[in-house]
């Protein structure tokens, strides 16, 4: 199985930056979409952003313009870029990966324990 570990949460002021960060161990061999989800208190998970192994980028509408994903393949990693953040983007982000072939030939998803990130106003 696959394992995902997220960083890079904490408490910031509205209008800052953070940078999450995800990373991927295993037998893993190549991931096709890796991305973040988020879930606000008392609501359900929403999609943030996904990437796929080519490059082609997907975004929640709440964030579109304000966050960037991005991977890196060689490390098997996904970052989460966040700015301009708001009080409403407080949430637990979690990172997920789909398509995942591991050296066994396996394919497999998984899910990360998830990171907080509180925005203050």
């Known amino acids: 199985q696959v394992q995902l570990v997220e960083s890079g949460g904490g408490l910031v002021q509205a209008g800052g930056s953070l940078r999450l960060s995800c990373a991927a161990s295993?037998?893993?061999?190549?991931?096709?979409?890796m991305g973040w989800y988020r879930q606000h208190p008392g609501e359900q998970r929403e999609l943030v952003a996904t990437i796929t192994s080519g490059g082609s980028t997907d975004y929640g509408d709440s964030v579109k313009g304000r966050f960037f994903i991005s991977r890196d393949n060689a490390k098997n990693m996904v970052y989460l870029q966040m700015n301009s953040l708001k009080p409403e983007d407080t949430a637990v982000y979690c990172c997920?990966?789909?398509?995942?072939?591991?050296?066994?030939?396996?394919?497999?998803?998984?899910w990360g324990q998830g990171t907080q990130v509180t925005v203050s106003s």
């Open positions: 295993g037998s893993i061999k190549s991931i096709n979409v």
């Open positions: 997920n990966v789909q398509g995942v072939r591991t050296r066994t030939g396996d394919m497999v998803n998984a």
